[in-house]
């Protein structure tokens, strides 16, 4: 963070010097990397200027404005205008960096993280922030059990709860069982309430209130106050949810700071839009701003969209690898439920790299993926700023005919399909979830191609539910094609890589490392856990990244582009999907004068 926070300080007046009003704003320079679709380089943000609003339509269900007790995710990350952590994601790096906390220092021989408040920080009535709001949100909120939230689960470390303290009005500590540098991400989504207003409501109601009415829409959202950019103006049920301008809100010391900020003075959240709405009303310039999801690209929406841009005034961009569900394929490497045969097959990675090179990964992303996809070997997304990018397995049957030469896979019986050394025939039956149309067709391609180089592969699209049973239960399958969300914190993925996670598909629950490589990834998480160094963890992460790639537990197939449409005369509209829906983005967002263009 401190180096973040050093490179920022020296960008600032040139940031601050390039966005004087004076002078022509020239905005970012914009690349086409798939067929209409822009990217940028840019990594800092021009200063703008105030005024004008932004239209979405981005909330997937209404349930509560609590951002504490709210299921939907939509809700929460629209909340996140409203409130803010500690510490926060840096929109454009995905690092971390300042928030209500100016910096943080590791003291205690790295048991403790002592936070100094920005002592500027007043929440959208005008109140200031200070440490006892800090106590108030963790001891009587996250941390209570009968807070009808998850939180608490992400403040324990080693089955411990972590402990907070108030050193001063503006200084918080708070002791950690171990060192533990996720945690530092932790609180990037911890929001600060205010004590003055939450704390006499629950003395006179009770927790159960706060659980069930704080927030509420039809009780009214004037209580409903945080320090974040914007502050929750207007709610109305079945049309919009308006935000304005707080007017207390400033840049936070120890984070990208523009003057300014936030620009535009409202943003208007329309409600209760189904899909086709929702792209209708942005091509007729109800709405500013689309996310584009796989739904548009299966459906051919995304051509549609492309094709209307100029009529629509509208561009698409691209923001690198989502961070939702990729696309990969895994054998089983149980040896419990596995010939021993077909077991020592699975388990040596020359045959997991001859299925690879089986993969024509460039024609499932120009056929499926109408080339809205990446093709990158890493097990980390390019928005974490841990990622390394690795070159895929090339598309070589003939590679794969050479390594499955090698592994003594031959045609015994004449049948036209590979045997085992043992002569059992080389079979697999492979799995996907028929729900999803993408890892269907692909999956149809990918057993094609196996087939066509003497693997019998029988594809069965199947239940959801029952693969997931199959998974983590009864452990009987051979292959199957599935995805994972992803994350800018590796250690989110940690119960997938390490050897005795849940999730660790081709062998999981070990009670120790079933092989050397995996006993190494072990290490290496346990360490990128336990560095406060960025760093350190940035190399203990990238050689993760490598042995993984190179002893491919797990063929990675596509990564899905993270696609927006964005209304023409924004500035600032450099997309990442380091923060979700391009939230992160709004405070910096501004309405572009042409005369300034």
């Given at each position: ?17 390039g966005g004087c009003r004076e002078r022509r704003i ?255 009303k942005f091509q007729i310039g109800e709405l500013d ?34 961070l939702r569900g990729n696309h990969f394929l895994a ?267």
């Amino acid at each position: 963070m401190k180096k973040l926070i050093i490179i920022f300080l020296i960008l600032l007046p040139l940031i601050v010097i390039g966005g004087c009003r004076e002078r022509r704003i020239s905005g970012p320079e914009y690349h086409s990397i798939m067929e209409g679709i822009l990217e940028t380089d840019a990594a800092l943000f021009y200063k703008g200027t105030r005024g004008g609003s932004m239209t979405r339509a981005d909330l997937q269900e209404l349930d509560i404005l609590n951002i504490v007790t709210t299921r939907s995710w939509s809700v929460y990350t629209l909340l996140g205008l409203v409130f803010e952590g500690l510490l926060s994601t840096n929109p454009l790096t995905g690092e971390v960096q300042g928030g209500i906390a100016k910096d943080y220092r590791i003291v205690n021989e790295g048991h403790s993280i002592l936070l100094n408040l920005d002592e500027g920080v007043l929440f959208s009535d005008g109140n200031p922030c200070t440490a006892d709001d800090v106590l108030f949100s963790f001891e009587e909120i996250y941390m209570n059990p009968e807070v009808d939230s998850k939180k608490a689960d992400v403040l324990r470390i080693r089955d411990s709860l972590v402990t907070v303290h108030r050193v001063d009005d503006y200084t918080i500590r708070i002791d950690v069982p171990v060192p533990y540098r996720p945690f530092l991400h932790t609180l990037t989504n911890i929001h600060v309430l205010p004590r003055h207003i939450l704390e006499p409501l629950i003395e006179e109601k009770d927790i159960g209130w706060f659980n069930r009415e704080w927030g509420r829409i039809e009780k009214g959202t004037g209580d409903v106050v945080g320090t974040g950019p914007y502050m929750l103006r207007e709610v109305i049920p079945g049309q919009h949810i308006r935000l304005t301008r707080n007017p207390h809100y400033r840049p936070r010391e120890g984070s990208l700071q523009l003057e300014g900020v936030p620009y535009l003075d409202e943003i208007i959240e329309l409600l209760d839009l189904d899909n086709e709405t929702k792209i209708l009303k942005f091509q007729i310039g109800e709405l500013d701003f689309y996310d584009i999801k796989d739904i548009d690209i299966a459906s051919g929406d995304v051509q549609l969209l492309m094709e209307n841009r100029e009529k629509g005034n509208y561009d698409l961009y691209s923001a690198g690898h989502t961070l939702r569900g990729n696309h990969f394929l895994a054998f089983n490497q149980n040896p419990k439920t596995l010939s021993d045969e077909k077991h020592a097959l699975v388990s040596n990675p020359l045959f997991r790299r001859a299925v690879s090179h089986l993969i024509d990964r460039q024609r499932i992303v120009d056929e499926i993926y109408q080339g809205y996809a990446f093709i990158d070997e890493s097990s980390e997304r390019n928005a974490s700023p841990f990622h390394t990018s690795i070159p895929p397995v090339s598309y070589n049957p003939d590679e794969a005919g050479v390594l499955f030469g090698q592994l003594s896979l031959t045609d015994t019986d004449g049948d036209g399909f590979l045997n085992l050394p043992n002569g059992e025939a080389l079979t697999f039956t492979m799995l996907t979830n028929d729900d999803n149309p993408f890892r269907v067709k692909m999956g149809e391609l990918i057993a094609e191609g196996m087939r066509n180089a003497g693997i019998s592969v029988s594809f069965e699209p199947t239940g959801y539910d029952l693969i997931v049973t199959k998974l983590l239960d009864t452990f009987e399958w051979e292959a199957v094609i599935l995805g994972m969300e992803g994350s800018i914190e590796p250690n989110d993925a940690s119960w997938i890589w390490e050897s005795k996670g849940a999730l660790h598909l081709w062998h999981p629950y070990q009670e120790s490392p079933a092989t050397a490589w995996e006993g190494r990834v072990d290490v290496l998480f346990a360490l990128g856990r336990t560095t406060w160094s960025f760093e350190e963890a940035l190399i203990l992460y990238h050689e993760y990244q490598h042995i993984i790639a190179r002893e491919i537990p797990i063929i990675q197939i596509a990564v899905p582009a993270e696609l927006y449409g964005f209304r023409r005369g924004y500035g600032n509209v450099i997309p990442s999907s380091a923060t979700y829906n391009a939230m992160g983005l709004i405070p910096y967002l501004y309405k572009v004068d042409r005369k300034q263009r």
